[in-house]
Nanobody, 125 residues
Framework: QVQLVESGGGLVQAGGSLRLSCAASGRTFAYAMGWFRQAPGKERESVATVMWHGSMSYYADSVKGRFTISRDNAKNTLDLQMNSLKPEDTAVYYC???????????????????WGKGTQVTVSS
């Protein structure tokens, strides 16, 4: 089992920045980790994911060039730096981890096994 706890959400104006952090405990090795988000009335969508070695990552088209995912295996943390935020980025952001072996980058929520409870990000216009 992996326990994931997100932090860093909040209210920010459009164009601003936020940094989300995820702390992992328990069985801390994960083949992949990532950030997903869910806005009211919408399905959960992937934002960014990274493999355990950090050399392979995925970004949704909507966040490319604005968000950066980073993983520190020594500290068991996963961060998401979000710049140039837009009102459409408003959502609950979830940290996720995959315990099953994989060599392919994860791009969908079904590829993850463990989830945090989420942190709210609200971007005002």
């Amino acid at each position: 089992q992996v326990q994931l706890v997100e932090s860093g959400g909040g209210l920010v104006q459009a164009g601003g920045s936020l940094r989300l952090s995820c702390a992992a405990s328990g069985r801390t090795f994960a083949y992949a980790m990532g950030w997903f988000r869910q806005a009211p009335g919408k399905e959960r969508e992937s934002v960014a994911t990274v493999m355990w070695h950090g050399s392979m990552s995925y970004y949704a088209d909507s966040v490319k060039g604005r968000f950066t995912i980073s993983r520190d295996n020594a500290k068991n943390t996963l961060d998401l730096q979000m710049n140039s935020l837009k009102p459409e980025d408003t959502a609950v952001y979830y940290c996720a981890a995959r315990g099953r072996s994989t060599s392919a980058v994860i791009t969908t929520s079904s590829g993850m096994d463990y989830w945090g409870k989420g942190t709210q990000v609200t971007v005002s216009s």
